[in-house]
């Protein structure tokens, strides 16, 4: 489902909003779990019933804005952990394969 000309809030709305719907189902905004043959998901996500923009206005700019600073929040955490872990590379002397082995064993 593609949603075309929406302002940032309702994006948001609607990111945030539907999950929780479907999650709750049982009639929640409007949203019912099962489907049937003439009722599918995308019928059922069209029938849901997503808060006035006006009334979570507010709540949706303090969420949006969060949001952002915890991204930027996560970024610097990664810049800073990487940082660190070159030093600690470079501390222990360790070469190039070395450390590429001790990356890949540490994403696993």
Do not use: C, H
């Amino acid at each position: 489902m593609e949603f075309i000309g929406l302002s940032e809030e309702m994006k948001a709305i609607i990111k945030e909003f539907v999950p929780v719907a479907v999650e709750e189902a049982g009639g929640f905004a409007n949203f019912r779990e099962t489907a049937t043959k003439t009722n599918s998901l995308i019928d059922r996500l069209k029938k849901t019933t997503l808060p006035a923009q006006d009334d979570v206005s507010d709540g949706i700019q303090r969420y949006l804005s969060t949001k952002n600073r915890a991204e930027n929040i996560q970024y610097q955490i990664e810049k800073t952990d990487d940082l660190i872990n070159r030093i600690v590379y470079a501390l222990y002397g360790f070469e190039d394969d070395e450390v590429e082995r001790i990356e890949s064993t540490l994403e696993e």
